[in-house]
């Protein structure tokens, strides 16, 4: 396909990046540390802490890591929290150490973790307390043999700390009871010497992340991100931000929780990179708290899903921020809804640029320009040094205009699912990743998704897979058969809806909710529930969820 986007890109934006500029994620760490030490680098809860403050923490966490669990290259290490000061040491600490970082919801169920710990071969967790139960009863079937235990007040020292752990875990009850083994306090692992750290000998072939994700078919699986896809997908990102970020004097409002991929690298990553300033949300959904929050900064920049900037745009006193720091607004995980793009604007007299990535690709594959007047409704320009083509069903390119499965190339693209060949073939052939995404593009080069192949569902910009969801609905003894769709939902983008044929005729909406609520995170729980004397098949008896759709 010939690059036409290249004609569009704005003055100064390359058309390729050079993805061996560091020869690993540690190395840009390591620069940002030297460069920025005396800066503030992450705050949450009215704490601050400087680059040289992130530096040594995240030094004393590796060498704990090297000496003390005598973990290394090639190990596998889960991290899961919310946006606390301990989620950013925790997974910096880690990558430091050359373990692998995998990144867990913290809002899994135990089915899900124990899949995911299990499926990653894990040794060891960095945990919040209030979500150490679902741990406890993960864990006998994992081979975890570490757990670093964290409380939300931990970063806050002094007596701050122990009022705030007293008033989460005794007034506020967020900490189920729980049991785990021989647990290791987080400040015990902070407290390491950091000069014991050795620095690992790590290469860009080496693996940063395992990032789970559905793909776009079944269950939950690793997205093997290596030190190059995360090294060259930054330098992509510089390549389309140069020209609107600042070195040092940048302040970025990180509402998406840094187990995403798209807060990992958009707001983790690329802010230490610019030696910005990330501001910590925990609990975004608090939205007038959220606002508060926001009121204390002079935020130049603020990454978010839709259904983020909307519910900020529909909360009193939004509105009435100052906004004249504001560069930078950047839309992801979902498609950004025209309404919305252009009400921010309007009220916050900053364009709401959108993006698209998958996990896939570390994640970023376009972008919205920054010299666009505003929304267009596209997903905008490929990235320097990516390359996308267009593929109709008869596997033939298309041409512009024409609509078919979307294809990305380049040095984001990952290494492969973890232990997962014959999923890595179906989507990755000679470097070519099939999103599963149907897209089409105009003169301009800019791209639009029209469609998603597979039946994916997008509730709040997290990937919901009809199969997981109708797999666990089977699990009750009630159902005879099932099918999973999402809906459009004003709030949501997309939420939950399953269609049920009943075994017992007993069986009610609130039996289905129930069970799903057991063995589902929140978002993926289904919102509706119809019953049906039957399901529309195809001749070979395959559910076709496209007929229910429509």
Partial sequence: MEKIWLKRYPEGMPETIDPE????????????FTEFGSLPAYSNMGKTLTYEQIDDATKSVASYIQNVLKLGKGDKIAVMMPNLLQTPISILGVLRAGC???????????????????????????????????LQDALPKTAVKHIVLTEIGDMMGGVKKHLVNFVVKRVKKMVPDFTLPATIPFADVVAADPNLYTVPDISLTDLAFLQYTGGTTGVSKGAMLTHGNMVGNLEQVSGCLDKVLDNGKEVVITALPLYHIFALTANCLTFMKYGGH???????????????????QRFTAITGVNTLFNGLLNTPGFAELDFSSLKMSLGGGMAVQRPVAEKWQKVTSSKLMEGYGLTECAPLVTICPWDLDGYNGSIGLPAPSTELKIILESGEEAAKGESGELLVKGPQVMAGYYNRPDATAECLQDGWFATGDIATYDDNGFFYIVDRKKDMIIVSGFNVYP?????????????????????PHEVSGEQV???????????TEKDIIGHCRENLTNYKVPKLVEFREELPKTNVGKILRRALKE
């Fill in 100 to 134: 692998t970082v995998v990144n867990v919801n913290p809002l899994y169920t135990v089915r899900e973790l124990e899949h995911q710990l299990n499926d990653s071969e894990t040794k060891a967790i960095f945990i919040l307390a209030n979500f150490a139960k679902t």
């Fill in 497 to 507: 809806k399953v269609f049920v044929v009943k075994k017992d005729q007993s069986l």
């Fill in 467 to 487: 199969n997981e969801i109708e797999a666990v609905v089977a699990m009750h003894d009630g159902v005879l058969e099932v099918a999973a769709i999402g809906i």
């Fill in 278 to 296: 990330n501001i910590l949300i925990t609990n975004p959904r608090d939205m007038p708290g959220f606002v508060k929050e926001l009121a204390k």
């Fill in 21 to 32: 500029h560091y020869n690993s994620l540690l190395e840009m760490l390591d620069k940002s």
